[in-house]
Nanobody
Framework: QVHLVESGGGFVQPGASLRLSCAASGSTFTPYIMGWYRQSPGKQRELVATITSSSETNYLDSLKGRFTISGDYSKNTAYLQMNNLAPEDTAVYYC???????????WGQGTQVTVSS
């Protein structure tokens, strides 16, 4: 399986930026998809953004322009740059790693992002 280590969450004021990192180790076969999801209290987990090992990206429409996902394939690491953060971005952000057509589908422990004045 795949082990994921997330970092970069925190408490920021509205308008600030944060960058989340997710490092994958273990059965990191290609092609793969790495992604960020988030979950706020009382809400379902939702997709934020994904990136494939061939650099194809996908975003939640409402986040396009503020959030950017990128990858360092030499390190099996994905990053989520979040700009102009707003209180509604407050959530636990989870990293996901999956290899299509296999049972490799791993989640990180989650990192808290809190945006408040």
């Amino acid at each position: 399986q795949v082990h994921l280590v997330e970092s970069g969450g925190g408490f920021v004021q509205p308008g600030a930026s944060l960058r989340l990192s997710c490092a994958a180790s273990g059965s990191t076969f290609t092609p793969y998809i790495m992604g960020w999801y988030r979950q706020s209290p009382g809400k379902q987990r939702e997709l934020v953004a994904t990136i494939t090992s061939s650099s194809e990206t996908n975003y939640l429409d409402s986040l396009k322009g503020r959030f950017t996902i990128s990858g360092d394939y030499s390190k099996n690491t994905a990053y989520l740059q979040m700009n102009n953060l707003a209180p509604e971005d407050t959530a636990v952000y989870y990293c996901n790693f999956k290899v299509p057509n296999t049972n490799i589908d791993s989640w990180g422990q989650g990192t808290q992002v809190t945006v408040s004045s």
